[in-house]
């Protein structure tokens, strides 16, 4: 009988453990995710992007708003991702603002005068851009851990060899790591894991020596398929995968 009475309480208390959890957890991730907004929301102000809003869900932060130039949006997620405690950043949603004299809504242009000087050329692409992208097709994938961001022994040899490229690039040169996944399973736990795998490998190459605002971090989800329809196993691990993009720094 006693035997029994001690289950029950063993029981009990079990219960009551998994009752005082559940109470609890809503508002500590609440006031986790206001904690985290508060502090990117300053840390943006203090970087002169107020007009970028930014939400935070568990630990990773979605950005949305306009921005005047293209190089802001870098600027916004590696601000926001520099908070403590911010795992991932998700910048999809901020766009550059459209340049006033919008063409759909002013007048043509006058034609030049013919004896104006024609306007200048575009300037060259950064002397390390073509070595660099060569140099990017040769990288081993980068790989992670199954259900992870975590990456595997091989994944962070690769990462070791991009940031070598970057290196060799020189800083006229940013890196964009688009992280993809393949269709299996809900699309939003897919962009999550994507942004997340992204944001790993941006950290390690930031680790490895490379300059922060020379990386850019973007998750795609299963929006960017390699493979379609994706049947088997082999299209599934085709799809799963990280790009790394070499691209002239705006304002080159």
Do not use: C
């Amino acid at each position: 009988m006693s035997g029994r009475r001690s289950g029950v309480r063993v029981a009990v208390a079990v219960v009551g453990l998994a009752l005082v959890a559940a109470v609890h957890l809503g508002p500590v991730r609440l006031w986790t995710e206001e904690r985290l907004t508060g502090r990117a929301v300053d840390a943006l102000a203090g970087a002169r992007l107020g007009e970028v809003t930014v939400s935070v869900t568990g630990l990773d932060a979605r950005l949305s708003g306009e921005v005047r130039r293209e190089v802001d949006i870098d600027l916004a997620m590696a601000v926001v991702d520099d908070v403590p405690g911010v795992a991932g950043v998700d910048a999809s949603q901020v766009v550059v603002r459209p340049a006033d004299g919008d063409p759909a809504t002013t007048s043509p242009a006058e034609p030049a005068d013919p004896a104006e000087p024609a306007d200048p050329a575009e300037p060259a692409d950064p002397a390390g851009l073509a070595s660099a992208r060569a140099a990017l097709t040769t990288v081993p994938p980068i790989t992670f851990e199954p259900n992870s961001v975590a990456l595997t022994d091989e994944g962070l040899a690769a990462v070791g060899v991009v940031a070598g490229i970057a290196a060799a690039a020189g800083p006229d040169v940013r890196f964009r790591v688009e992280a993809h996944t393949d269709t299996q399973g809900p699309p939003d736990v897919n962009k999550v894991l994507s942004i997340r795998r992204a944001s790993t490998v941006r950290t390690a190459l930031v680790q490895l020596g490379v300059p922060r605002a020379q990386v850019r971090a973007v998750g795609l989800g299963a929006d960017r398929p390699l493979v379609v329809p994706e049947l088997t196993d082999e299209d599934r691990q085709a799809n799963r995968r990280v790009e790394v993009i070499a691209e002239p720094v705006p304002g080159y």
